[in-house]
C-alpha cells in the first residue's frame, strides 16, 4: 500500500537546525493532515488542509509550519525545535472531512523524529 | 473535555478471542473508527461504525452504543499478527477525530 508516502523515515536535528517534511498522497484526496504521535499518548492533530486551504491549527507552535501547494502534496517545515518536539510525524489524507459517512483517514508511514 | 479511554495494554493466546474496550465523551458523533498499528508502522483502517449494533468482518467485529458512549473491537482466532497496538478515534461534531492513546495487544503463542 503506497497510497500516502513520507521522506523522511528517519531524522536527527539539532536546535538550531530547519529541516522539512513531506508528504504525497496519490489517493485522489481533498483533505491533507499532520499529526504528532508521542509514546503512550493520543495523536495530537496539528494542521489540516482542505482543497489546499488551511481549516486547522490546533495551537501549534510557530516552530512548525505546513504548506499545501497542491491537494497531493504537503510539507512541514521545521526550525528552532525542542528535545520535546521528537516524536512520530504522521501525515494522512482523506476525501471529504466534512461530509457525511466514514471519510476514512489513510496514513503514511510516518517520519521519526529526534532533537538533540 | 473531550476524552477517549482505552486500556493500555492487553495480553491474549493465540487462537483465543479478545476485546478491546473504548469509552467516550466527546462534543457531537459523528462515527467511531478502529484502526491497527504495528510498531514503527502506519495506523491503518479497520472498521466505521456510526449507528448502533455490531459490524462484522472477517476475523474482526466492532459494536457500538450512542447512549452509553461505547465501543468495543472483538478480534476471533487469535494470530501472532495481530500483536500490534488498536487505536480508537471519535469523530466530533466539528467532523474532527478525538484519538485514544491507544490499546497495545500483545498475543503469546
Known amino acids: 500500500e503506497t497510497g500516502v508516502t513520507q521522506t523522511p523515515r528517519h531524522l536527527v536535528m539539532g536546535m538550531t537546525n530547519k529541516k522539512s517534511l513531506k508528504c504525497e498522497q496519490h489517493l485522489g484526496h481533498n483533505a491533507m493532515y499532520w499529526y504528532k504521535q508521542s509514546a503512550k499518548k493520543p495523536l495530537e492533530l496539528m494542521f489540516v488542509?482542505?482543497?489546499?486551504?488551511?481549516?486547522e491549527n490546533n495551537s501549534v507552535p510557530s516552530r512548525f509550519s505546513p504548506e499545501c501547494p497542491n491537494s497531493s502534496h504537503l510539507f512541514l517545515h521545521l526550525h528552532t525545535l525542542q528535545p520535546e518536539d521528537s516524536a512520530l510525524y504522521l501525515c494522512a489524507s482523506s476525501q471529504d472531512p466534512t461530509g457525511s459517512g466514514a471519510d476514512t483517514q489513510y496514513f503514511g508511514p510516518g517520519t521519526r523524529l529526534t532533537v538533540l | 473535555g473531550q476524552n477517549i479511554d482505552q486500556p493500555t495494554e492487553m495480553t491474549a493466546t493465540e487462537g483465543a478471542i479478545v476485546q478491546i474496550n473504548c469509552t467516550y465523551q466527546?462534543?457531537?458523533?459523528?462515527?467511531l473508527f478502529w484502526y491497527q498499528q504495528h510498531a514503527g508502522e502506519a495506523p491503518t483502517f479497520l472498521s466505521y461504525n456510526v449507528l448502533d449494533g455490531l459490524e462484522e468482518k472477517g476475523r474482526f467485529s466492532s459494536f457500538l452504543s450512542r447512549s452509553k458512549g461505547y465501543s468495543y473491537l472483538l478480534l476471533k482466532e487469535l494470530q501472532m499478527k495481530d500483536s500490534a497496538s488498536y487505536l480508537c478515534a471519535v469523530r466530533d461534531s466539528n467532523y474532527q477525530l478525538i484519538w485514544g492513546a491507544g490499546t497495545k495487544l500483545i498475543i503469546k503463542p
Open positions: 488542509y482542505s482543497l489546499e486551504e488551511r481549516v
Open positions: 466527546t462534543s457531537g458523533f459523528n462515527g
